[in-house]
């Protein structure tokens, strides 16, 4: 059956910042396709599948693929909003679901929502004070949040300390009709 998941974050943002959400994020995921509960999915807007990663650990930038699988789940919307010093994102993931038992832990039964639902979210935030001192590198590296941090997240400028973005709690993730 066709189910969807929409998931919402919110950060709040100092005027001293620049904050951009980046296009990609990872979602765990009960994948039918390689039968087995809590899997780690790389998702990306406009991709026609999810990448179910073999492993039960978190996909990360160098991380091995080779043994990964295209997965029945893509985003189906991607919105982000921002006024008042507030970005959100909201972000739907339509996907087929069927149910079944794990093939390494017979004991646990996927579910259209694991019990623990986890999400990492990929943004950029740079600092105005550093790009206005003239420094190249004012725009930062790609960072993440996901659910399962200690709340709240705070993002200084590595380079002066400026406070720039503020993440009062995690993620939220719905299960929607």
């Known amino acids: 059956m066709l189910s969807h998941v929409e998931i919402t974050a919110r950060a709040t943002v100092t005027p001293a910042a620049h904050f951009v959400w ?9 994948c039918f396709v390689c039968r087995r509960v ?8 406009g991709a026609e599948s999810g990448l179910c990663h073999s492993s039960d650990g978190r996909l990360d930038e ?12 893509r985003i189906t919307g991607f919105d982000t909003t921002a006024g008042g010093g507030v ?19 017979p004991g646990q039964r996927a579910s259209e929502l694991a019990e623990r639902p986890w999400v990492r979210l990929h943004f950029r935030v740079g600092c105005h004070v550093c790009r206005d001192a003239g420094h190249d ?13 200690v709340w709240p997240v705070t993002r200084p400028c590595p380079r002066c300390g400026t406070e720039l973005v503020t993440m009062a709690g995690p993620p939220g993730i719905d299960l929607v009709g």
Not at 22 to 30: A, T
Not at 91 to 105: G, I, T, V
Not at 137 to 149: A, L
């Open 38 to 45: 809590g899997r780690t999915v790389a998702l990306h807007p």
């Open 22 to 30: 980046s296009n990609r994020l990872e979602y765990s995921h009960d």
């Open 87 to 105: 970005e959100r994102l909201r972000c739907r993931l339509s996907f087929w679901w069927a149910p079944f038992f794990d093939l390494e832990r």
């Open 137 to 149: 590198d004012w725009f930062g590296p790609q960072d993440s949040v996901q659910t399962d941090q």
């Open 62 to 73: 160098q991380d091995d693929v080779a043994d990964a699988h295209p997965a029945p789940i």
